[in-house]
Every structure is written in C-alpha cells, then in structure tokens.
C-alpha cells in the first residue's frame, strides 16, 4: 500500500508542486470529497448491477454484516497476531469477503429450510450476524476506530489527519540505540506504583531507560531536531489509498466482465445456457460489495455506504434504457453527492440558501430555541444530497419523470376515453339497439361516467371531426371510422380473424 | 359493422336476467383488458367463459365484482348494483391467488365465507360452524375439516374454496378456473356439484381453460378475446367459426368436432 | 371443541416450558451474573417484556403478509421523526414516539408513490427510502450533538437500543399503548385473517380491504415505534419477525401463533433488556436478537411436524417402510418362483436385486420378525408369509379397480396403494372387484 501511495504521488508530482499536494490534501474539505467521490463511483458501477437483479436490500445487508468480518479480523489480528489494529490492513479485506458471502449463504440456508420466506429469511439473517458483532465492538475492541457512532457514520471528516507521510528529499531516518551518544538514558522507579510508594521511599527499584530510543522517520528525526537539513515531505491521507483501489478494482472488474454482467442480469438462463457462470458472477458481485463496504468503512461508516450503492443507479435508472449510460450517471450523481454534500453538512444547500439562516427563521417564528450553527455529520450529508438529486431525477426526467409520466398518462387516458366512445358508436351503430344505445342525452349513464366527463369527449370528437349527430343519434364521420379501425387493428384481435 | 351478440335470447323463456353486463371496459395501460362487454345472463344457466390466454376472462370477472377499477360500463345482479347484491354472489377466486401456507385449517377457510354476513366485528359461533360443516359435505371434505390447508392436495385446496363459496349460499356464482391442475376424482366431484346448483335455480359462470369438455359440462358458453365473440347456449354458439375466431386460427379439430388449442399461446 | 387436541396440549407445553425459563433466569443471572434486581432493573425488565409481547403479537401479521423488510425499511425511516420531536419537546417519550410513527408513515407512503409513478421495483424503492431517511436522522442527531445539552444521549437509544433509558413513566405509556393495540387486533381479528389469506375473496365479500390495510399497517408501525428504544433501528425488524417465525413452527392456527409469538417475544425482550442494563457497555438490540434468533434456531431445528429434525426422522422413517415393502415383496415373488413361500433365498440374490434398499429393507422386516436368517440365506416366517400375501391381493384388487373400476360401477376414488382397498371402498364395491379377479383367475 505504502509503495503504491508512492508511486501515485511521484506520478503527481510530475503535475503539482510538494507544496502544492500537501496544501491541497491538508483541507479536510478536499480530502473528503475526494474519498466522497471514489466511493460514490464504486458504489454507483456495483449499484446498477445489484439493482437491475432485484438486489437492492442484499446489499443493504451486506453492509451491515461486513462490520462483524471487519470486528472478527481485529479480533484476530490484535489477539493472535499482536498487531496494532490497523483499517488498511489485509485481513479486513479476506474477513469482509467472508462475511459478505456468509450473510448470502445464511439466507439462503434459512430459505432452504422451507419453513421461512425469502424476505423473511434476510430479515433474519443480518440481523443475527449485526448483532453478534455490536456486541463483540462494545465488549472487546477498545479502540477509538471502534466505537459505535464511527461504526455507523464514519469520519470521512478527519480523513485529512489520518496521513503516511513520504519522504522525497533530504531522507534521513535516524535510529537511536542505547549505547547512542545522542541517547537519553535516565532512572524510573519500576515498582512504585505497583507498591503504592514514591521512588523517595525505601524498597523503590529502579531500571534504566532510554527516553529517546527508536527509530525516526525522516520527519520525526527533523522535528526531534536530530537532523540538520528539513526533509520534503508529502502527506497523503490514507484513506485516498483505500478507496483508489477499490474503485479501480471496481472499474476493472465492470470493464473486464461487462458482457457477462449484462447478460447475467438481464437472462440468466441465457447466460448460462451460453456457457458463462452466473453464480460466480453473483458471488463475485457479492464480495466486491463486502470490499467496496469495508473500503469505505472508515470513511462513511457501514451503514450510509448502502446510500451509494442504492440511490445514484436508481436515479440512473429513471434518465436512461442504457446500461452504458446508466452506470455513468449514476457514478456522476454520487459524485455530484458528495461533492456538494460536504457544503450541506456546513449548512451550504447548493450555494442557494444557507440551513443557518432556516433555522433562525424557525426560531423567529416558532421559538424553539434552536442552535444556529448547522453542522452536522458530512457523510450523512452527502447521502442527502444525493437523495435530492433523485428527487429531481424522480420529478424531472425526460423519460420516467414524474412530470413526464403524468403529462403522457393524461393524455394516453383522454384518447382511450376518445376511443371508448368511438368504439361503443361502431359496435351499435345501424344495430336495432341504436336507438337506446346512441342518444346524446343518457350516453354517460350506460358508461357510467359523469355528465361532465361525457360532455368533454363528445366536445372533442365533434371538434376533431370524428363524429356527427344525426336525429340526436350519434353517428361516426369517416374519420371516426378510420380511427376505430386503426384502434381495432393494433388493440384487438378479432379484427384480424373476421372477414 | 357491427359484432355478432348473444343469440337465443331471453323473449321466449320467462326466466329473469340473473346478470346484465353493458358497455363493460377496463383499460391496462391505456391498453383494453376488456372491451366494451354486453352480456345479459338469464337465471339458471351454467355458463363457461373461454378464451384464448390474455383475453381478459379474469379481468371481466373481477371487473363485475367490483375488485378493479373500470374505464366504462356497468353490471347488474338482478337488476341492482353489486353493492346492494352482494349477499346474492358467490365467489371461487384462482387458487394460486393465495399463500397455501398460512397457518389455518379447512374448516376455518370454510367458515371465512360467512364473515361477509357476518359484518364488522362479530365472532363466527356455532352456527356458522355448523354452516360450514355442512358446506364440507356438499364438497366431500367434512373428514377434512380440521386439516391444517398445506397439508392438501390440489383438488382438495379447490373443494375447501368451493365449500366456502358453497357457504354462502348465493344466487349467482362466478369462478376462476376451478378446473386448473384438479385430479380427476376432484373434477368429476366439481361437475356434480355444478350441475346440483343449476338443479336448484343458480346461476354459474365459471371461467374455463378446458375447450374439450365445455360441451359435455356448459349449457351455455361465452367466448371472449378481449370483445365478446359471441355468447348463447352452447349447441348454437359453440362452432368452429366462432371458435376461430376467437383464437385466430390456432384451433384445430383431432376428431369430428373436439377443439382443441394448437401452437403457443 | 373445548377439549385440547395433541397439538394445542404441544402449544401449552412450550409456553409452559419458556415460563418456567424465565423464571428460572431471576434466581440463576442473581448468582451467576451478579444482578442485583433494583428497582431500575424491575422496572427495565418489565417494559422489556411488554416491549417484546406487542412487538411479538403485532410481527406475526408482518410475517404473513410478507412484509418483513417493509419492516425494515419502517424502522430505519422512524430516526428522523425522533431528531425533529426532540428538537420541539424534548426527550419526552411519548412525542419522540409520535414523532417515530410520523417519519415512517411518511416514509410508507413515499415507497407507496416510486412504486406508483415509476418502474423502480419493490426493494430499491425500499432501500432508497431506507438509506435516505437513516441519513436525515443522522444529520439530525450530528447536529443536536451541538447542543449544549446533554440530554440527546438519550437519542442514541434509538440506534442501538438502551433498555437501561426505560423509567418508570415509560413503562405506563408503552402498557397502555400495548393494550389499545391489542384490543384493536382483538376487535378485527378475523378481517385481520381474512385481508392477510385473501384480500381479493375479501373485497368481494363487502370488506373495506383499504381500510383494514390501513389499520393493521397502523398497527405494525405502533409495534416497531415501540420496540425502537429496545432494539434501535437497525435491529428492529429481527425483533418484529424472529418470535413470529418461532410461534409459526409450532403451531398451524393463527390465534395459537399469535399467542405463541407474543410469549416468546417477552422473554427475549426482558432477557435482552435485564442482561444489556446490567452490563452499561452492551446495548439492548444485539441481546434481544440474539435471544429471540435462538429460539428461531430452536423452533425451526426441533419443533414437532414442522421442524427439520422431525422431518428428517419421519423420512427416514418413511424410507425404512417403504424398503421393507419393496424387498417383502422382492422375496415373496422370488420364493414363490421356486415353488413355495418358504424358500430360503440368497443374500447375495437379494441384496443384487434391491441394492442399498434391500439391505435397509432387511433390517427393518427382521425387526419385525417378518423374516429369518438361516446362514446366509433369508426365510420369510408364518407372520412374513402372511403379510405379503395379504399384500400382493391388496395390490391385485386395485389393478382390477383400475382397468374395471368404472365398468362395474365402483365409486371414483384416488388410488392410494398404499393403503388397504377395503379401506377406502364401500362393502358392496369390495365384493365386486372381488368376484372380477376370481373371474380373472379362474
């Protein structure tokens, strides 16, 4: 990981100056959109495809379970391998995994029994392994990653402290060792405590220690001032790392396997009639969604993270047919999330209006005492923003828009109303039930409909030409006629077996 | 041009019109369901709908019942409105409409078809059981009656929603393919049962996917594709070229005038 | 219909047992684990075991209607009501709860409108609604944290659960919410059964299935605002669902489930509340799904009928008697070939004919002493003589049913050869087929 960061860093400091990255990646804001914006797409190219197969809430169990892979692999590393624990480090990655593909095969065992539904049997299942991992978090791991409230939410906020630095000039790293002429040795009482004595006291032991032993990294050496010249550092926010590389891995997975993908979502049969493996497909989807969860973690926490996965393809979904286009946009609005999110959690709504100046009007009016100063939780923000921008894509889409979708539904009801009437006019005309059947004055009682109503058709039939009234019996015009055949033709059957 | 409508009609027999459908349409999408329906259904008549799959013979029995919504028309059960005629109607819904697995047992399921009568708040006591007992017997499944429902088999599932239509007593009946994957044990039990109602004056529409048995089982027949083809008593209306019509050429005769479906549908 | 059939004494029986279980626990968590019923704990457990019975009760109703994740998505919309009436109130229990329905209402009904107006399916509509509402109550809660006051601790409740933040007070309105509740499902109990089995069959029959829908919605959306301060919002729906999967196993009647439910939600709700408030570091949910996920697991393992372990059994039961029928008759035709009924028949012969089942099939007729062993060969006795013969005429009389069954006028019944004809058929059928097959053989 360290080198790849070094690598990725060289390759920018062919662009931008030391300075310049340090400056730039030192604002939490930057930094935090940047990791926004890696998990956003990620989320978004899983997200389509979990979406089209009906997988929404799998996900959303997933994401719940990957905490107790995520408690299980610090467990082990902190009891078992006596390590620092540590969110970067590769059992995370295999305790994910595996607990992503237990919660599939939990349910799918429960399912199996025969005696619980399907719905029912996720339900039962990431609650069980969530439950088991809150309990392990709060009785086991003392650690500040650990506790519950970052479980949830994450601290994409502090993203920009949590930093490796790299050194590229003037690195010296220095080791001091006892024997050391810089080294500082002095005398600690070693039993004090323990005895409840002061060293003053008689039965005090003391050891030497060394108060400055180790190693220092080029820029520990130059803040102990055990160097002369200040080596040029760059500090890169770990947390980049992580979520880079599953975002590649995503992309390159998406890449590599798009045919398949495709095929297995929309035709399972198909796929596998044609040789590929849609299981491994699903389980592959499956683990990358524990990963892209686990990667994401520290940042959003195991629950928002679902946000990305579910709401950037669904908006998606309603502005395209392509899934080319869908995965796009959907990377696209979980980007624009969480790029304007960061200023909605500081009260920013879009550069529109300010959640400050809302809440002083609400104080003004209702006297509720509330605090002036939003500032709130920046990944739930950006979860928020992007629920707005469904909301538009919901209301506003071209194609599948509210707007839209109401628009044509009216239309499409007025013209089948037009055609109730034309063809109840072809189907009793020059019949000997014309008579009762026909009459201008009680045709809305036969429908059923409201005068009013009635009267709207017949004002727009009449005006567009398609029928006439004869004697107060209503005729059809040969226009009326030609439309009623058309109807007929693409609408019923049996027009095309008579005659 | 206008369709061809329901022949033998009414004027000779005195018999009262047990259902009057008019103008009947129900929209799926803009698209017709149904479409522009005229059907008057005298008393006593032992009726199959049939019609090619999609042809709307679920949707025009639910339309009567008032259980979706209708674009135009109206249904009347002896000249009133479903709401006032409801007690005189019988309903045996699809089998597959329900979770089989629902803990409750025959007898309960039976004893459901009182609840209507029953109305809002108001316990099923022991005349209702008995009710329902008595129902179970008409269908053969009294031995059945504390049988928990997904312990049965398919035709015994069709007898209990038989026996609960069977319960209420009713004038008129409409069911939705009671026929449907039945042993032939349960369907001969079906037929007698029919055949006892129209004895007794019912009237019953049964929506029927069976096009080889309609002559041996109906009196009177409806084919319906979207549109009424044509309706009446079976021994007029029940033709080859009504027949091709309604199923645009996918019917095809094996020996002398036994139908049946050919091709996909 | 008062006296208790095998399956309702089985109901009683398991209720009996989580009685005495729970019980016993007060004696055993006093010693082993050191609690010491306070007032505080009496009081925690208490609104625990009520919290778990309405939930319990009320869950059932999600489970048949197969609404489990709607639970889900309902508990996760509550949060931001809770911000917002806090922001209003204060941490008044009976305006956050109020606040809690409104929020998930709403989320209900934004559900109900994507599923309307768009082609987004079911489970994104539910996810989205999840993911969004859950984030507005997390800004909520990140920005009353500002406050200065320190009260919003109590917020935290509602994620995780604290069983410990039950007072008194608490414990009244939950009793008095439960008890409406319950008389509300009481009084529509059998429109309840009905919506839920068939609402089609339902609204022929005059009732308002809107209504009721609404009502029995309301009723699950009381139940998961009310089990949010024991199992948060995460949690919530194993708390809604698992006691109704238990219940479901050992019972087939509605109103025994129910019952059941409720019994078993009780107990994981005050065994998760008692154990969670004595120990400040663990949160009440996990308890609570823990437990009631243990007496799922139970249930489903080890409920008679219906659990796995029974199924197992009675199959391979069923395997052992249909073994010792094959091969019975397996040996009986081959010793008749050979003359007589007696004939000693190879081991070798036996087990090349029939396999895996002859083998199986032998144990169990030895067992029952339909046959002997003689060195390596098997000899059917008197009594395995006599059950086959019995047998191969049983199976004689129904071929004849089945090609002259309707000739000779004999009533249409399902064949079930299993079984003895003279069972299933009227005497004078009997006699019929009878004298058939004697013309037959003759």
Redesign the interface.
């Given at each position: 990981m360290y080198g790849l960061e070094s690598l990725i860093i060289q390759f920018l400091m062919t662009f931008f100056t030391r300075e310049e990255i340090n400056f730039f990646l030192r604002d939490p804001q930057n930094t935090a959109i940047i990791i926004g914006c890696l998990i956003a797409i990620s989320g978004a190219l899983l997200g389509t495809f979990l979406?089209l197969r009906?997988?929404?809430?799998t996900?959303?169990a997933i994401s719940?379970t990957v905490l107790l892979g995520i408690v299980v692999a610090f467990m082990i590393m902190t009891s078992v391998f006596g390590q620092e624990p540590n969110t970067s480090s590769p059992w995370l990655i295999i305790g994910a995994a595996l607990a992503g593909v237990t919660t599939v095969v939990l349910t799918e065992l429960?399912y199996k029994?025969g005696?619980?539904?399907q719905?029912?049997a996720?339900?039962?299942a990431f609650?069980?392994l969530?439950?088991?991992s809150?309990?392990l978090v709060?009785?086991f791991v003392e650690d500040v990653h650990m506790d519950?409230?970052a479980v949830?939410?994450g601290e994409i906020g502090i993203a920009w402290a949590n930093t490796n630095s790299h050194c590229f000039e003037n690195c010296t790293t220095v080791t001091i060792e006892r024997d050391d002429e810089l080294a500082d040795i002095t005398r600690q009482c070693f039993n004090c405590r323990d005895l409840g004595i002061s060293p003053r006291d008689e039965g005090a032991e003391f050891s030497e220690i060394c108060t400055n032993c180790g190693t220092y990294s080029p820029g520990q050496a130059w803040q102990a001032g055990l160097v002369d010249e200040e080596p040029l550092l760059v500090f890169w926010p770990e947390s980049i790392t992580v979520t880079a590389l599953m975002t590649l891995l995503t992309i390159g997975f998406v890449t590599l396997f798009y045919k398949e993908l495709k095929l297995a979502s929309f035709d399972e049969s198909l796929a596998k009639a044609l040789g590929m493996r849609p299981s491994v497909m699903h389980y592959a989807l499956m683990i990358l969604v524990s990963l892209v969860a686990v990667g994401a973690f520290d940042a959003v926490g195991s629950?928002?993270v679902?946000?990305f996965?579910?709401?950037p393809p669904?908006a998606a979904?309603?502005l395209t047919d392509r899934l080319s286009l869908m995965l796009i946009y959907s990377a696209i609005i979980g980007s624009a999330g969480a790029f304007f999110g960061y200023g909605l959690?500081r009260g920013e709504f879009l550069g529109i209006f300010n959640i400050d100046d809302g809440l002083a009007f609400l104080n003004r009016v209702f006297d509720?005492g509330?605090?002036e100063?939003?500032?709130?939780?920046i990944?739930?923000?950006m979860?928020?923003m992007i629920?707005f921008f469904?909301l538009l894509s919901?209301i506003l889409s071209p194609k599948?828009g509210?707007v839209s979708?109401i628009i044509r539904r009216a239309n499409q009801r007025r013209r089948f109303n037009d055609q109730v009437v034309l063809g109840h006019i072809y189907n009793h005309q020059s019949t000997d039930r014309e008579a009762i059947e026909l009459t201008t004055d009680d045709l809305y009682q036969h429908f059923r409909w409201s005068q009013s109503k009635m009267k709207l058709v017949l004002g727009r039939l009449r005006a567009s030409n398609s029928i006439h009234v004869v004697n107060n019996i209503i005729q059809l015009t040969p226009r009326g006629e030609a439309h009623v055949k058309l109807f007929r033709q693409e609408n019923l059957a049996t027009e095309s077996t008579v005659n | 041009m206008s369709k061809l409508n329901g022949a033998g009609k009414t004027s000779e027999s005195k018999k009262p019109i047990a259902l009057s459908i008019d103008d009947l349409t129900v929209a799926y999408n803009s698209k017709p369901a149904i479409w522009d329906i005229d059907l008057e259904i005298p008393e006593g008549v032992l009726m199959a709908i049939v019609g090619p799959n999609g042809a709307g013979k679920s949707t025009l029995i639910?339309a009567v019942?008032?259980?979706i919504p209708r674009a135009a028309g109206t249904a009347l059960f002896y000249g009133k409105d479903y709401?006032q005629a409801?007690s005189l109607?019988g309903?045996v819904?699809q089998r597959g409409?329900?979770?089989w697995d629902?803990?409750?047992?025959v007898i309960d399921?039976v004893t459901?078809?009182l609840?209507?009568k029953?109305g809002?708040?108001r316990?099923?006591g022991k005349k209702e059981h008995a009710l329902a007992l008595h129902a179970l017997d008409q269908v053969g499944m009294v031995d059945f009656a504390?049988r928990?429902i997904?312990q049965l088999s398919g035709g015994q599932q069709q007898r209990t929603f038989l026996a609960?239509a069977l319960v209420q007593d009713a004038q008129i009946y409409f069911m939705d393919e009671p026929f449907a994957a039945v042993?032939?044990?349960t369907e001969?039990a079906i037929v007698t049962i029919l055949h006892e109602l129209r004895e007794r004056g019912k009237t019953v529409l049964v929506v029927h996917h069976d096009l080889q048995t309609v002559e041996d089982y109906f009196d009177w027949v409806t084919l319906l594709n979207v549109e009424i083809v044509a309706y009446g008593p079976t021994k007029d209306i029940f033709t080859p070229i009504n027949l091709q019509k309604t199923y645009g050429g996918r019917v095809s005769y094996l020996n002398e005038s036994r139908p049946v479906i050919v091709g996909g549908d | 219909m008062s006296r208790l059939?095998a399956e309702d004494r089985r109901v009683w029986i398991v209720i009996a047992v989580i009685t005495v279980l729970g019980a016993l626990f007060i004696p055993f968590s006093q010693i082993v684990l050191g609690v010491n019923y306070t007032y505080t704990v009496r009081t925690v457990a208490t609104g625990g075991a009520i919290l778990g019975l309405v939930t319990g009760v009320l869950g059932c109703f999600a489970?048949?209607r197969?609404?489990?994740?709607m639970?889900?998505a309902l508990s996760h919309a509550a949060l931001p009501g809770v911000g917002i009436a806090f922001?209003?109130a204060g941490r008044d229990l009976s305006v956050l709860l109020i606040g809690a329905g409104i929020s998930s209402w709403i989320g209900v009904q934004f559900i109900r409108l994507?599923l309307n107006?768009?082609?987004?399916?079911q489970?994104?509509a539910?996810?989205?609604t999840?993911?969004?509402w859950?984030?507005?109550g997390?800004?909520?809660?990140?920005?009353i944290q500002?406050?200065a006051d320190a009260s919003q601790a109590g917020l935290?409740t509602f994620?995780?659960g604290q069983a410990a933040a039950i007072v008194e007070s608490d414990v009244w309105l939950i009793s008095v919410i439960s008890l409406i509740s319950c008389g509300v499902l009481m009084?529509?109990?059998?429109?309840f059964?009905?919506v839920?089995?068939?609402p089609?069959?339902?609204?022929?029959?005059?009732?308002r299935i809107g209504l009721i829908n609404v009502i029995l919605s309301t009723l699950i959306v009381v139940a998961i605002v009310l089990g949010l301060q024991l199992a948060g919002v995460?949690?919530m729906?194993?708390?809604?669902?698992?006691p109704g999967?238990s219940a479901?196993?050992w019972?087939?009647?509605?109103n025994q489930?129910v019952i059941l439910s409720g019994v078993f939600g009780a107990f994981a709700g005050s065994l998760g509340a008692v154990l969670s408030a004595v120990d400040a570091?663990?949160?009440t949910?996990?308890?609570i799904?823990?437990a009631a996920?243990t007496i799922?697991l139970i249930s489903?393992g080890f409920a008679p009928q219906?659990g796995?372990l029974w199924k197992l059994i009675r199959r391979q039961s069923d395997q052992r008697r249909f073994a010792a029928q094959t091969t019975l008759r397996d040996l009986y035709k081959y010793a008749n070939s050979h003359g007589e009924a007696s004939y000693p028949i190879p081991n070798s012969l036996i087990l090349g004919i029939g396999g895996s089942t002859a083998s199986l099939g032998l144990k169990k007729l030895l067992q029952r002493g339909d046959v002997k062993q003689k060195n390596d060969k098997w000899i059917l006795t008197i009594q395995g003589i006599q059950v086959a013969t019995e047998d191969a005429y049983n199976q004689q009389l129904w071929d004849v049913y089945r090609v002259y069954g309707d000739e000779l006028g004999v009533p249409?019944?399902?064949e079930d050869r299993q079984k003895p004809i003279e069972d299933v058929l009227p005497d004078d059928a009997i006699i019929r087929l009878k004298q058939k097959l004697n013309e037959g053989l003759t």
């Open positions: 979406l009906g997988m929404s809430l996900s959303d719940h429960i029994s005696l619980v539904k719905d029912a996720l339900g039962l609650p069980l969530f439950a088991i809150i309990i709060s009785r519950e409230d949830m939410i629950i928002l679902i946000a996965f579910i709401i669904a979904y309603l959690a509720l509330l605090l100063r939003w500032d709130s939780s990944s739930a923000s979860v928020l629920f469904f919901w599948y509210l979708t | 639910k019942l008032n259980l709401e409801r109607v309903y819904p409409s329900v979770d629902f803990p409750t047992s399921v459901m078809g609840y209507g029953l809002w708040f316990r099923p504390e928990q997904s609960r042993d032939a044990v001969r | 059939s489970v048949l197969q609404e489990s994740l639970g889900d922001l209003i994507v107006t768009t082609r987004i399916k489970d994104t539910m996810g989205i999840l993911a969004a859950f984030a507005a997390i800004a909520l809660l990140a920005y500002g406050r935290n994620i995780f009084l529509f109990w059998k429109e059964k009905l839920t089995f068939d089609e069959f339902a609204g022929a029959n005059g009732f995460i949690l729906v194993g708390m809604l669902i698992a999967i479901r196993q019972t087939q009647k509605l489930m570091d663990v949160p949910g996990p308890m799904i823990v996920f799922a489903i219906r796995l249409l019944i399902m």
